[in-house]
């Protein structure tokens, strides 16, 4: 068998703007056939409109939310102080920036979304694998968003009516007024990713600086109750800075890593709307690392006045809201922690995975089908679970999350960068029998890298409280480092493949 069959239909004549941005003319045939539909299609350069605001909102709008607050509180609450705290986020998202900027530079020059950009690494067919991992774990995010949603509805509401809401009879280990919470925020979640992609971008506008006030509130109120801000920063670490904290902090660091190791892959699907590389550049420059530690910062600032008013850290600030007797702050909380949950639940875990099931099967399922599935799917992993306890939440589901999915983010780097100089042939990558479709749809050399990058990354690590145990105990000392293994390992390896078997399929 060859790499290549033989091609199915001519050519489709692509264009460059003289700023680097690529389209198919508008008066030329479009790509067609069953690996493609008009969801997954380029991006008219016309069409792609979006500017460093809107791409700097996107990142506060999905940074300023309940997950993001208790990544740092749960660092709080597992022994760290506010400065160890937010040293490992800002450190981390310093990082994860790195291959944001890399992967995103696909969207505004070719309009397209992630599992097209995967195509041109993986095979036509072979990039079903990295979406369906990153649509699975999207999965995942957005049941966990969407039970801390519920569980903000369940707890304010508690405060408002009364018993008869909060003790209610129990089904599963919660009441039914809990799972009425959880049904009722996701109903209105589908209600508003079935509007489209527009309908979120001008939500995220606003829904950035609303939640960023409402922890500001937070702040202030929690430096009232513990009697100004000394509190709040005289909390110890109970790690020092000796060998406990660094045993605590390469794990950590992997876990906030591995939070936004999603988008790092997925981020086209964004990007593809860039005005300019200029704009996804800046706007993802200025709205990840900065955003994400300020909010650090005013996570760890109020889980640490909790800790000295109450005598425990409460990390969940859902629970920790709640114990407010006020009836207008209760409900200012409430409103705040839903906006906050929509923004980013919406844009980073209902986006990606409804054009990666389209992917799948572009003539059957459509953007607003595949976020139905994403959304049906995320109950059925139950979120609950994942995220009962901070040491489970950060070290295990974004520890494994961040090793597998930066085995695919060192591929896709390694093609496009390395292999590729950023040159993609737009038509070929829908169309079966082009340079892309390899070996029946598949490039051997991408799943052999994603395989062995993903075994080393994941294999050592603890899956509780998921499982028990580790599946393969000798690999315990990679676990640690899981994101890192995974990327340097999958990038170094499709490069030797690639070379060693002379393939690179470049555009002429």
């Known amino acids: 068998m060859t790499d290549t069959a033989p091609t199915a239909s001519p050519p489709i004549a692509q264009v460059t703007l003289p700023d680097g941005r690529v389209e198919i003319p508008a008066e030329a045939p479009q790509p067609s056939g069953r690996f493609a539909n008009e969801d997954l299609l380029p991006v008219p350069v016309a069409g792609r409109t979006w500017t460093t605001y809107n791409f700097s909102a996107l990142w506060v709008g999905m940074a300023h939310n309940t997950a993001s607050w208790t990544l740092a509180s749960g660092l709080i609450a597992v022994g760290m102080d506010w400065k160890q705290a937010v040293f490992t986020i800002a450190l981390a998202n310093l990082v994860v920036l790195v291959p944001m900027l890399l992967t995103g530079h696909a969207g505004p020059k070719y309009g397209i979304p992630f599992p097209v950009f995967?195509?041109?690494?993986?095979?036509?067919?072979?990039?079903?694998?990295?979406?369906?991992?990153?649509?699975?774990?999207?999965?995942?995010?957005?049941?966990?968003?969407?039970?801390?949603?519920?569980?903000?509805?369940?707890?304010?509401?508690?405060?408002?009516?009364?018993?008869?809401?909060?003790?209610?009879?129990?089904?599963?280990?919660?009441?039914?007024?809990?799972?009425?919470?959880?049904?009722?925020?996701?109903?209105?979640?589908?209600?508003?990713?079935?509007?489209?992609?527009?309908?979120?971008?001008?939500?995220?506008?606003?829904?950035?600086?609303?939640?960023?006030?409402?922890?500001?509130?937070?702040?202030?109120?929690?430096?009232?109750?513990?009697?100004?801000?000394?509190?709040?920063?005289?909390?110890?670490?109970?790690?020092?800075?000796?060998?406990?904290?660094?045993?605590?902090?390469?794990?950590?660091?992997?876990g906030m890593i591995g939070?936004?190791?999603?988008?790092?892959?997925?981020?086209?699907?964004?990007?593809?709307?860039?005005?300019?590389?200029?704009?996804?550049?800046?706007?993802?420059?200025?709205?990840?690392?900065?955003?994400?530690?300020?909010?650090?910062?005013?996570?760890?600032?109020?889980?640490?006045?909790?800790?000295?008013?109450?005598?425990?850290?409460?990390?969940?600030?859902?629970?920790?809201?709640?114990?407010?007797?006020?009836?207008?702050?209760?409900?200012?909380?409430?409103?705040?922690?839903?906006?906050?949950?929509?923004?980013?639940?919406?844009?980073?875990?209902?986006?990606?995975?409804?054009?990666d099931f389209s992917n799948i099967a572009p003539r059957k399922i459509s953007f607003r089908t595949g976020a139905l599935i994403t959304a049906v799917l995320a109950v059925l992993i139950f979120p609950w679970r994942l995220y009962s306890d901070p040491q489970g939440y950060i070290f295990t589901w974004l520890g494994l999350v961040g090793g597998l999915l930066g085995t695919v983010a060192g591929i896709l780097i390694a093609d496009y960068w390395l292999v590729r100089h950023t040159r993609l042939d737009l038509a070929d990558l829908y169309r079966e029998g082009g340079r892309y479709w390899y070996a029946g749809g598949w490039n051997w050399r991408a799943v052999a890298a994603f395989v062995v990058g993903g075994v080393l990354a994941i294999g050592g690590a603890d899956f509780h409280p998921l499982i028990?145990?580790?599946?393969?105990?000798?690999?315990?000392?990679?676990?640690?480092?899981?994101?890192?293994?995974?990327?340097?390992?999958?990038?170094?390896?499709?490069?030797?493949?690639?070379?060693?078997?002379?393939?690179?399929?470049?555009?002429a």
């Open 118 to 254: 995967a195509r041109a690494s993986f095979g036509i067919r072979g990039a079903n694998l990295p979406a369906v991992v990153r649509a699975l774990v999207a999965c995942g995010w957005f049941g966990i968003q969407t039970w801390i949603g519920g569980e903000a509805i369940y707890f304010l509401a508690g405060k408002l009516i009364g018993g008869s809401w909060s003790n209610a009879s129990h089904i599963g280990g919660y009441a039914w007024t809990m799972w009425l919470s959880f049904a009722l925020f996701w109903v209105l979640q589908v209600a508003i990713i079935v509007r489209g992609m527009e309908t979120i971008r001008r939500f995220e506008n606003w829904a950035a600086p609303f939640v960023l006030v409402g922890a500001f509130v937070m702040l202030w109120w929690m430096s009232v109750k513990a009697g100004g801000v000394g509190p709040l920063f005289d909390q110890p670490s109970r790690l020092g800075w000796g060998g406990d904290f660094w045993k605590l902090f390469w794990p950590s660091l992997m």
């Open 259 to 355: 939070f936004w190791s999603t988008l790092s892959l997925n981020i086209p699907d964004f990007t593809r709307y860039g005005r300019s590389q200029r704009a996804q550049t800046r706007g993802q420059a200025l709205g990840l690392p900065t955003t994400m530690t300020l909010f650090a910062f005013l996570s760890v600032l109020v889980t640490s006045g909790s800790q000295a008013v109450y005598g425990k850290p409460i990390w969940d600030p859902v629970q920790l809201a709640a114990k407010t007797d006020n009836v207008v702050g209760l409900l200012y909380a409430l409103v705040t922690v839903l906006v906050a949950t929509l923004s980013v639940n919406i844009a980073a875990n209902l986006v990606s995975p409804a054009f």
């Open 468 to 507: 028990d145990g580790r599946p393969i105990p000798f690999l315990k000392p990679l676990a640690d480092y899981g994101w890192a293994v995974g990327l340097g390992t999958s990038l170094v390896l499709y490069l030797a493949l690639t070379a060693a078997t002379g393939r690179k399929d470049q555009p």
